[in-house]
Structure formats: structure tokens, C-alpha cells
């Protein structure tokens, strides 16, 4: 099994940036792709942003493009998530998820394509 612990939420002003993480643990061998989808209170969870094994591919919502920008460490097991110029509508619980789909430079972006799932980290931007 996969262990995914975000980290990194909060509360920020309209305008400010967060950095969330996300740290595997467990049989991390087993992890290619990994991304980042919200949940807003009273809506469905949406796609933010995945990230290929390799790194060199990178998806991301509409809503976020330009302002999110995905990473990862491989060597620390780990996800980023930059959010910069963020706004009220990007207020939501943020859940890291991994994907065991063995594609190394290919970059998945549905639901049913990641195999685990942390806990989420709440961010709220509120003035």
C-alpha cells in the first residue's frame, strides 16, 4: 500500500501563495504519475494537476493554469504544489493522489486512472 500525508494548507488573502506538499511513504516503487484535485464544499472533487513519473509531463485544470504549477521529488517521495495569485473560488480541500499505472513519461488526469488518496489539506483564500 501507498501512504499519501499533504501538508502545507491554510488561510490566505485573495492574491497570496501556498506550497502544498505531499509525502509517500509505503510501496512508493509502485507510484508513477501523481496529482492534485480539490473538493469544494457542496461540489464534486475536480481535477487541479498531475505530473508524469519522469516529471517532463504536466497537466493542470483551466482554472489553474498560469497560476499552479506542479513538481515532484522522486528521490523524497514527494509532490508540490505551487498556488500562486490565488483566488476566493480556489477554496477547497486539496487531496494528493498516486497513480500505479507504469508509464513513466505519460501524465494521467482522471480519477479512475490514481490508486490512492491522502487525507486532504484544507486551503481557504478568504479577505
Known amino acids: 500500500q501507498v501512504q499519501l500525508v499533504e501538508s502545507g494548507g491554510g488561510l490566505v488573502q485573495p492574491e497570496d501563495s501556498l506550497r502544498l506538499s505531499c509525502a509517500a511513504s509505503g510501496r512508493t516503487y509502485s507510484i508513477y504519475a501523481m496529482g492534485w484535485f480539490r473538493q469544494a464544499p457542496g461540489k464534486e472533487r475536480e481535477f487541479v494537476a498531475a505530473?508524469?513519473?519522469?516529471?517532463?509531463?504536466?497537466d493542470y485544470a483551466d482554472s489553474v493554469k498560469g497560476r499552479f504549477t506542479i513538481s515532484r521529488d522522486n528521490a523524497k517521495h514527494t509532490v508540490f504544489l505551487q498556488m500562486n495569485s490565488l483566488k476566493p473560488e480556489d477554496t477547497a480541500t486539496y487531496y494528493c493522489a498516486s497513480s500505479s499505472r507504469p508509464y513513466l513519461v505519460v501524465v494521467v488526469t482522471k480519477e479512475a486512472d490514481f490508486d490512492s488518496w491522502g487525507q486532504g489539506t484544507q486551503v481557504t483564500v478568504s479577505s
Open positions: 505530473i508524469s513519473w519522469s516529471g517532463g509531463s504536466t
